[in-house]
């Protein structure tokens, strides 16, 4: 019913040209269609009727932060969190920015007042954060906490393959054995419902064993791989051949 939708929120703003509520209902429905100029048409549109509404700011945010636009992000979420009442989420999604940009101690800094405020109520998504700064950082102890954390608070549904990419980075850099990464491999690429990224799933995978000169865990995944094509190529059994050699 996006038309009739469409016509309801262009009555509502004639009868009050001031409810940018209904902008963002538009940018919404367009965002559902992948529409991106309408999307930011509308969202700009929301701010130019309101100053001070928070939740335009809040989509602008991500608007540009999934675009890796990250001046223009910065600016808009200074903009949210000016617009609204103080709470520790503001803090993640600062921290998500300093993530983003590379900048892991403040990204840590961030998102560990996070945890500080928020106690046992802390969402997993703010582990995650923290287990893939850490890494980067150097520091896998803090990364392996982090991450053993967000596995026993996120909910399976909610899981991705790349935590199970980021779990096995952080396994070989903690003692963990060859098998517990191919574990966490596998794991991984069960979840992911399109062939081709499972495929390049594995790739990185088998890339690691590779580099490393463990070629018969290197075997063991470019085994999976040809289980999943339906038509291996010559270059897959030449791969898997080398390796097993």
Do not use: C
């Not at 596995?151 to 990419?165: G, L, M, R, T």
């Not at 903690?174 to 966490?184: F, H, K, L, R």
């Not at 991984?188 to 081709?196: A, R």
Request: hydrophobic residues 40%; without cysteine.
């Amino acid at each position: 019913g996006g038309g009739e939708a469409f016509k309801n929120y262009k009555k509502a703003l004639e009868m009050d040209p001031k409810f940018a509520v209904a902008d963002i209902r538009l940018a919404k429905l367009f965002e559902s269609q992948r529409n991106w100029d309408f999307v930011l048409e509308f969202l700009n549109d929301a701010v130019k009727r309101d100053p001070t509404f928070a939740p335009a700011y809040y989509e602008l945010f991500y608007y540009n932060f999934y675009r890796a636009r990250f001046p223009e992000a910065e600016g808009y979420l200074n903009s949210y969190i000016k617009n609204s009442d103080a709470e520790p989420q503001h803090d993640f999604l600062l921290a998500q920015l300093s993530w983003a940009k590379k900048d892991f101690t403040t990204a840590i800094t961030k998102a560990e007042g996070v945890k500080t405020a928020m106690g046992d109520k802390t969402k997993p998504k703010v582990y995650k954060l923290l287990a893939d700064a850490y890494f980067q950082k150097g520091d896998f102890a803090n990364a392996k906490n982090n991450m053993e954390k967000y596995f026993s608070k996120e909910k399976p549904e909610e899981v991705i393959a790349n935590d199970y990419k980021l779990l096995a980075d952080i396994i070989s850099k903690t003692g963990g054995t060859n098998d517990e990464i191919v574990n966490a491999y596998l794991k991984g690429v069960e979840l992911d419902t399109v062939l081709t990224s499972k495929i390049d799933f594995l790739k990185q995978g088998a890339a690691y064993f590779k580099t490393n000169k463990i070629r018969d865990k290197e075997g063991d995944l470019i085994q999976k791989i040809i289980s999943l094509k339906p038509k291996p190529s010559i270059n897959d059994y030449f791969d898997l051949t080398l390796a097993r050699y």
